[in-house]
């Protein structure tokens, strides 16, 4: 069985002292992030997904 998924691609951001976290451009272009936008961020089961919405609440 083959597997017809794309490439796993692997991204590293930072957090600040001040709680702020940068996202590298290529992620944001990908999730076609735009200011203003909220990520949530939901655990269960140790497993962490995160939501986008943004100002017209689009949800994915």
Do not use: H, N, Y
């Not at 490439?7 to 992620?27: Q, Y």
């Amino acid at each position: 069985m083959t597997d017809d998924r794309p490439p796993e691609r692997v991204f590293s951001g930072t957090m600040s002292t001040r709680g702020r976290v940068t996202v590298p451009k290529a992620l944001r272009e990908e999730m076609r992030l735009r200011p203003g936008c909220r990520l949530v961020f939901v655990t269960r089961d140790g497993e962490v997904k995160i939501r986008l919405e943004d100002g017209e609440q689009r949800s994915e």
